[in-house]
């Protein structure tokens, strides 16, 4: 089965192993508590963002898909 990018970018799986990296990279750099917190912020409001994005776009999509031809 094939899955698209857009699919992949909704695993959980994925993200946390996202996450994980930038902890380590972080930690190894030394980043404190009050560089964490903005960190946080920045990957919740941009994650939030295109979750809106994808699922308005799949709303967008099954509309158009559902439209009637309105007897033309």
Do not use: H
Request: hydrophobic share 50%; no cysteine.
């Amino acid at each position: 089965m094939k899955r698209t990018i857009l699919e992949k970018l909704k695993s959980r799986k994925l993200w946390v192993a996202i996450i994980g990296i930038v902890v380590g990279i972080a930690s190894a750099f030394g980043i404190d508590t009050s560089e964490w917190t903005q960190i946080a912020g920045i990957i919740t409001s941009a994650v939030s963002v295109a979750a809106y994005v994808i699922g308005e776009a799949k709303i967008d999509a099954a509309g158009i898909g559902k439209k009637d031809g309105g007897g033309d």
